[in-house]
């Protein structure tokens, strides 16, 4: 087995002296001896005072350290999100990214970079722990604590998000599809995608900026590929949950099939002919959603809501629309989990616990989402804009 043998390098971009630094550490590496040409690197990643969660890419140098280039044929703890910890493990498919290659002039560089990035949502803390998963209620553990969304992500939060992004060259509009780059994964190349259909939402073009639909700036957006969701998430340093994140905020431990319990009336969520306001019918053109958070126990125009939230306090987690997951389905490749249920399904269908597959490209006038963040004990009191720890390894192939 062929091992690589790593030093730490750390860089501050900060004048905040009495920080403390974050530091990536311990860093080994060693090729699979079993043909795969799987590379497994491994690290430590110390707490922050300032950051609680980092970003976490993966760069590689073929000329011994000259010039690096970050590599996509990475999983593991890499990407949005990574908490502090030791024993984080990231596996680099170096044989799909260099095929035949033989080189002993490879370095390999982990990058956390944390950032602290004031976000205008509001957020429910989910706490580490049990929950339970499933139409069988099988008992998972998600051993970290973390904060969802309170509600899903609406017209107005992607408006802005756009015209911002826009501003920054970040992201593109054709005419039809809002695209913007994505740095590729284990079934995506590195390239330009699409993010947005703004034909499949309430959020269009009038020749000069974005606007949105008159009273609609309060319902969550539509028309969102898996890669406009990731896309929104990264750019508030946030991340897309897993499915089992999702589940929890959805559940708890309670085995209910809805947020609040096992039953179901129009009074609590947006499903198929549940009679809200906003109700279409079976008239599919219409987008049907509700605002969010509408179910708050309220009283709108003569419809009398029930207070709905989830266990830990997140709204509409089942019906409404559905929500991208950064999870991948099994046996479908290029395929993401989505959650929730949508006002056009049924409310038998639209369950706790039920998970559906798409491909990452699709889009649809009822498909949206919401965004997570890792946090820990560590809080930080005062502004920190940039930090980044670095450390690199040098490995013969």
Known sequence: MKKFTGFITILLFSTILTAQIAEVTNVTASQRTDGSKIVDIYYD?????????????????MDGGTIFSPTSYVTGDNGNGIVAGIGKQIEWNLGAEYP???????????VATGRFFIVPFDFVLVVTGDFTYGGGSDIRN?????????????????????LDAMEASQITFDGNWVRGYYAGDEQYEPGEYN??????????????TFIVE?????????????????KFAEYYALRLPTEEEWEKAARGITGFSYPWGNEIDSSRANYRLSGDPWDAGDNWEIIATTPVGFYNGQLYNSFQTTN?????????????????????????????????????????????????DWNSNDYSRETGFRCVRTISSARADFLL????AKSKAKSNK
């Open 195 to 208: 993010l947005l259909a703004t034909w499949e939402s309430h959020i269009s073009w009038n020749g000069t």
């Open 45 to 61: 990643l110390s707490d922050d005072i300032t950051f609680s969660t980092f970003t976490v890419t993966v760069e590689i140098s």
């Open 308 to 356: 709905s939230p989830s266990p830990y306090g997140a709204y509409d987690m089942v019906g409404n629309v559905n929500e991208w997951t950064s999870s991948w389905f099994e046996n479908n490749n290029n395929r993401h989990v989505y959650r929730s249920g949508t006002y056009r399904w049924n409310s038998w269908d639209i369950l706790t616990y039920h998970r559906w």
């Open 214 to 230: 008159e009273g609609f700036g309060d319902h969550p957006v539509t028309g969102v590929t898996w890669f406009g969701a990731n």
């Open 142 to 162: 998600i051993p970290y604590d973390y904060e969802m969304m309170t509600y899903e992500v609406t017209c107005a939060d992607y408006t802005t998000f756009v």
């Open 100 to 110: 035949g290659m033989f080189n002993n002039q490879t370095v390999i560089r982990v």
């Open 385 to 388: 804009n940039n930090k980044t």
